[in-house]
């Protein structure tokens, strides 16, 4: 039932019923942006207006204090979450880049002992990440038991922890933290990716952004 004489109104229709299911901005764009692209690219019909898109709110991103972090650090009784939280904390990794770490590439050290590991991000764009000596060596002892990965599965032989494994970890952490401290903000902040925003913040009190930019492995400085 779709012709040129009323594509213009389905797709205003569309995004009707897209805002009625309450989704995100962001969701709802992709929705008609991949609609739009569709319509142009593989029918016979052409919708030549301009794409409205729903207008996005930016919102704060949500990160722990250098003091929270050592917070949660003193309540960790596990070696595992200890070190995940260091090494997302001193060099801002994604975590399913830092699950990929293996053992051999903590062997690539500076004069100083620091590790020097290249990163392969999104898009397959590639940075090189600086671990600290001293978490380095914590590193090596933690995994010198295992096959391949520094952080690696109990279930699942030579194969790293999975991201969600680590953000279950992490809600059992912060859970525990809210209860001692009586308070919500760990089980709203202590998460793998605001750990790389405590990192970002950190490094733009101390660097230029184009260089913290570079750290995070960012597209587009707008990112940042």
Same mark, same amino acid.
């Given at each position: 039932?779709?012709?040129?004489?009323?594509?213009?109104?389905?797709?205003?229709?569309?995004?009707?019923?897209?805002?009625?299911?309450?989704?995100?901005?962001?969701?709802?764009?992709?929705?008609?942006?991949?609609?739009?692209?569709?319509?142009?690219?593989?029918?016979?019909?052409?919708?030549?207006?301009?794409? =409205?898109?729903?207008?996005?709110?930016?919102? =704060?991103?949500?990160?722990?204090?250098?003091?929270?972090?050592?917070?949660?650090?003193?309540?960790?009784?596990?070696?595992?979450?200890?070190?995940?939280?260091?090494?997302l904390?001193?060099?801002?990794?994604? %975590?399913?880049?830092a699950?990929n770490i293996?053992? &051999?590439?903590?062997?690539?050290?500076d004069?100083?002992?620091?590790?020097?590991?290249?990163?392969?991000?999104? &898009?397959?764009?590639? +940075?090189?990440?600086v671990?600290?000596?001293?978490?380095t060596?914590?590193?090596? +002892?933690?995994?010198?038991?295992h =096959?391949?990965?520094?952080?690696?599965?109990?279930?699942?032989?030579?194969?790293?922890?999975?991201?969600r494994?680590?953000?279950?970890?992490?809600?059992?952490?912060?859970?525990? %933290?809210?209860?001692?401290? &009586?308070?919500?903000?760990?089980?709203?902040?202590?998460?793998?990716?605001?750990l790389?925003?405590?990192?970002a913040?950190?490094?733009?009190?101390?660097?230029?952004?184009?260089?913290?930019?570079e750290?995070?492995?960012?597209? &587009?400085?707008?990112?940042?």
């Amino acid at each position: 039932d779709i012709n040129q004489e009323n594509i213009n109104q389905i797709i205003h229709d569309y995004k009707a019923y897209l805002n009625n299911k309450n989704l995100k901005a962001i969701t709802i764009n992709q929705h008609l942006i991949i609609l739009k692209t569709f319509i142009n690219e593989y029918t016979q019909l052409s919708y030549d207006k301009d794409l =409205k898109l729903i207008k996005m709110t930016r919102k =704060k991103p949500h990160y722990l204090t250098t003091q929270q972090i050592q917070t949660a650090l003193n309540y960790t009784e596990d070696k595992t979450d200890e070190l995940i939280i260091k090494l997302l904390t001193s060099t801002g990794l994604r %975590i399913h880049e830092a699950l990929n770490i293996t053992k &051999n590439e903590l062997e690539n050290t500076d004069e100083t002992g620091n590790a020097i590991i290249t990163i392969i991000g999104k &898009n397959t764009k590639t +940075r090189l990440i600086v671990i600290p000596g001293k978490l380095t060596r914590q590193l090596k +002892r933690y995994s010198q038991d295992h =096959k391949k990965y520094i952080f690696e599965s109990d279930r699942k032989e030579s194969k790293p922890l999975t991201s969600r494994s680590i953000q279950r970890r992490f809600q059992k952490l912060a859970t525990r %933290i809210d209860k001692k401290e &009586n308070t919500t903000l760990y089980s709203e902040n202590l998460k793998p990716h605001n750990l790389r925003h405590s990192f970002a913040i950190q490094a733009l009190k101390n660097n230029e952004i184009n260089y913290v930019k570079e750290f995070l492995g960012h597209e &587009n400085i707008q990112t940042t």
